[in-house]
């Protein structure tokens, strides 16, 4: 089991910037890959940003590239996500997951609320 919990949410103004941090624990010598992921009101969870627990290999969502950057320290078991030029579209509940097997995400965190007002 891997546990995970997201921290850093809340709310900011259209414009600025606001970092996400993921913790990790139990068996992280499994750990292959983490993400973020974010839910916004009446709209289906969405992929954000994710990278390889081992390795630079990053990924993003179109909506979010250029604006966001995901980050690690293996040795904190930490992942963060740094938000740039949030807008009111960035609102919604995020959550960082854990892969232990490729394609898919096996642990989830509850979730962090960022609300951007305009």
């Known amino acids: 089991q891997v546990q995970v919990a997201e921290s850093g949410g809340g709310l900011v103004q259209s414009g600025d910037s606001q970092r996400l941090s993921c913790s990790f624990s139990?068996?992280?010598?499994?750990?292959?890959?983490m993400g973020w992921f974010r839910q916004a009101p009446g709209k289906e969870r969405e992929f954000v940003a994710g990278?390889?627990?081992?390795?630079?290999?990053?990924s993003y969502a179109d909506s979010v590239k250029g604006r966001f950057a995901i980050s690690r320290d293996n040795a904190k078991n930490m992942v963060y996500l740094q938000m740039n030029s949030l807008n009111p579209e960035d609102t919604a509940v995020y959550y960082c997951?854990?892969?232990?097997?490729?394609?898919?995400?096996?642990?989830w965190g509850q979730g962090t609320q960022v609300t951007v007002s305009s």
């Open positions: 139990g068996r992280t010598s499994r750990l292959y890959a």
């Open positions: 997951a854990a892969s232990v097997v490729k394609g898919r995400y096996d642990y």
């Open positions: 990278c390889m627990w081992l390795g630079s290999a990053t």
